[in-house]
């Protein structure tokens, strides 16, 4: 049995300026759920935007994710800067050359972060990225979770779509028929599931503000929502993922 937990979207500024609810609150509420669980997960995966761009630094959020009741492995979002966020996070991944992708093993799964964040581009993997996965996939020996701020499938929200996923054909061909189980993803600020690659794919739900949905185009804006989180349950061969609410 292995249980991953994941958190994602704080946006964590440092001027006390959100748009909601306070992110860093909600963030310690998640981690006192985490540590009263009987059986608690094997670690937290941070799926991107820790930071918002309003942000200076990471100064300001070292001491709370230290606080985090199990190890806690960062992944980085389009809001996160990649140089300060390698030297920030140096010793909570190890971190590929080049791109802040990692792979670890979890209990009886290989939690694999995948960075996302292309220079210029909303989203997607070069061919640097998919060859490091290639080898990783081409070694792994257990089921593996495979983690990415942006989600690589459509979700049919234009304001989300908008550039698109470079790369996501690719990235298809290589996750479908390999040891990847399960695809999760962030900054949607929103919870969607879908099949993508032969393999169960989804966002979760942000711990910082949610954000609008529009079908038509219109410009998503913060709104008011209940932050939460996702417990990925791995029991005899079978994953299945929780939602649970920050209440």
Known sequence: MTLIAQITDPHLRDDGADPCHDPA?????AF???????????????TGDIIDRS????????????????????????HDRADEFRAAFAGW????????????PVGAMLLVGLDSNLPGASGGVD???LDWLRGVLANARSPVILALHHPPFSTHAPHLDKGGFEGAGDLEALVRD???????????HRGMQTLWAGV????????????????????????????????????????????????
């Open 25 to 29: 609150d909600a963030l310690r509420r």
């Open 32 to 46: 006192a759920m985490i540590a009263a669980m009987e059986l608690k997960p094997a670690a937290i995966v941070l």
């Open 55 to 78: 942000a200076r630094s990471y100064d300001h959020v070292m001491h709370l994710l230290a606080e985090a009741p199990v190890p806690l492995l960062p992944l980085s979002g389009n």
């Open 93 to 104: 991944a190890d971190f590929a050359d080049g791109h802040l992708s990692f792979a670890r």
């Open 127 to 129: 061919r640097a990225r």
């Open 178 to 188: 390999s040891p990847v189980c399960r695809i999760i993803a962030g900054h949607s």
């Open 200 to 247: 169960p794919a989804s966002t979760a739900i942000a711990i910082g503000h949610g954000l609008s949905l529009s079908l038509s185009g219109a410009r998503h804006t913060p709104i008011p929502t209940t932050p939460g989180y996702e417990l990925h349950h791995l029991h005899h061969g079978t994953l299945v993922s929780h939602q649970m609410l920050v209440a």
